[in-house]
Nanobody, 118 residues
Framework: QVQLVESGGGLVQPGGSLRLSCTAS????????MSWYRQAPGKERELVASITRFGRRINYADSMKGRFTISRDNSENTVSLQMNSLKPEDTAVYYC???????????WGQGTQVTVSS
């Protein structure tokens, strides 16, 4: 089992920035993909960004490109999401995800609320 704990959410004005962090603990498998997803009220959960173990492959949803940056620190088992130029439509619960292909298993954090409003 892998446990994920997110932090860094909150209320921010449009155009502002937030940094989310997620720390993994438990049965850490080195070959994993860490990601951020989000779910807005009444909408399906969607991928925000993902990063492979050594950062060789990074993917962003189109609407986040140029505004969000995902990074990870394998020594600390953390993944971060720097969010800039935030818009009201970025309001959602953001979830950290840890995927182990060898186990075909995805673990989820409890989510952290991000609200962009004036």
């Amino acid at each position: 089992q892998v446990q994920l704990v997110e932090s860094g959410g909150g209320l921010v004005q449009p155009g502002g920035s937030l940094r989310l962090s997620c720390t993994a603990s438990g049965s850490i498998i080195s070959d994993n993909i860490m990601s951020w997803y989000r779910q807005a009220p009444g909408k399906e959960r969607e991928l925000v960004a993902s990063i492979t173990r050594f950062g060789r492959r990074i993917n962003y949803a189109d609407s986040m490109k140029g505004r969000f940056t995902i990074s990870r620190d394998n020594s600390e088992n953390t993944v971060s999401l720097q969010m800039n130029s935030l818009k009201p439509e970025d309001t959602a619960v953001y979830y950290c995800s840890y995927y182990v292909a060898a186990q075909a298993t995805r673990y989820w954090g409890q989510g952290t609320q991000v609200t962009v409003s004036s």
